[in-house]
């Protein structure tokens, strides 16, 4: 007989909060992964407006199941929807996390601006599947960390589930197209936002055709979650975030 004696997450066990409508994620990170580490993950109410109840619904919301993929044993857990992990205060909903679980946290919010500083980046244009409102609060978000933002285009989508719903049903051509258009002369790197926007398998074509960093939020989520897992592993194939940060 010939078989492995380690576990499946030998390595590690990456938790992950996403919205109930959110169907790219979990591809995306399973498809990423090194051997030894298995993703995990569970999903919290989408709320048009958190900060309605000044995030109080929120915040149940991400402990509870926070609390949750501590008792699958995740190793780390993220808070995985872009937007909303920029509405709200970071203190807060990370405090509430770890309060909950006892264990590692972070946001995609928060992986971004790190992967931004690892790559060196000081402005950045911004493609994302959102409406411009949600476009206006994420710039907001960029740049009060910061980051200057020569650009940033949407595709319409949002406000309603049904239009929700179409991000993860975007196209890579449709995507690839829509994330050169949004490029400019004058930003050192691409940022897509949306970790229910598919684009994993277009991050390197990008980088290729615009000689640029290109990150997505998936791709800064998962690098900052392999780094506070303690493994360095450089992966290949998804953008020089993961290939050599």
């Known amino acids: 007989m010939s078989f492995s004696d380690k576990s499946a997450s030998w390595r590690a066990r990456i938790g992950t909060i996403i919205p109930v409508s959110n169907t790219t994620n979990e591809i995306e990170y399973n498809r990423m992964k090194p051997d030894g ?3 995990h993950f569970t999903r919290v109410p989408l709320e048009s407006n958190p900060a309605t109840n000044d995030f109080a619904g929120m915040l149940d919301q991400a402990g509870q199941a926070a ?9 780390v857990i993220a808070y995985g929807c872009t937007s909303g992990s920029m509405a709200c205060p970071a203190d807060r909903l990370l405090g509430a996390m770890e309060a909950a679980s006892g264990r590692p946290v972070f946001s995609t919010a928060g992986a971004i601006l790190e992967a931004l500083a690892a790559l060196g980046v000081k402005r950045v244009a911004m493609a994302t599947p959102y409406i411009d409102a949600t476009n206006e609060k994420e710039k907001a978000y960029i740049e009060r960390h910061g980051f200057g933002v020569t650009k940033i285009a949407g595709l319409g ?15 890579p051509s449709d995507a690839f197209d829509h994330v050169l258009s949004v490029d400019s002369d004058d930003a050192d790197a691409v940022l ?13 074509p990008l980088e290729n055709e615009l ?11 998962f690098w900052a979650a392999l780094r506070r897992s303690g493994i360095d ?9 993961l290939a050599a940060h």
């Open 157 to 171: 989508l949002g406000g309603s589930l049904e239009k929700i719903q179409k991000i993860s049903r975007v196209s």
């Open 211 to 221: 000689g640029k960093p290109v990150l997505s939020s998936n791709s800064a989520s």
């Open 192 to 204: 897509i936002c949306c970790t229910d926007f598919g684009t994993a398998d277009i991050l390197q």
């Open 233 to 241: 592993e450089k992966l290949s194939g998804y953008g020089r975030l």
């Open 67 to 75: 609390k949750e993929l501590s008792a699958a044993g995740a190793d």
């Open 37 to 39: 580490v298995t993703v």
